[in-house]
């Protein structure tokens, strides 16, 4: 999904946040944000951690940081 959207938005200069190319679900083309499936997310994070810490790292060192007006959305769809 990722290589598709930066081929297609090339000249957008899209954030991408490291380590999470497999989360990538889509953009939001009136902000041109990547858009990032927060479960995807978590399970990446727990190849490496167990589920309460990926959670809070994700929560305050990937979803709580800010980096500008194309600060990456991070959709809640782990219910």
Do not use: Q
């Not at 081929?7 to 497999?22: K, P």
């Amino acid at each position: 999904m990722l290589e598709r959207i930066l081929g297609i938005y090339e000249d957008e200069g899209l954030l991408i946040a490291d380590g999470f190319d497999d989360a990538v679900i889509g953009i939001d083309e009136s902000s041109m944000r990547v858009i990032y499936s927060v479960a995807k997310c978590l399970h990446i994070l727990e190849r490496d951690m167990e589920m309460i810490d990926a959670i809070e790292y994700f929560e305050f060192n990937v979803k709580g940081a800010y980096v500008g007006d194309k600060t990456p959305i991070w959709c809640e769809d782990f219910f």
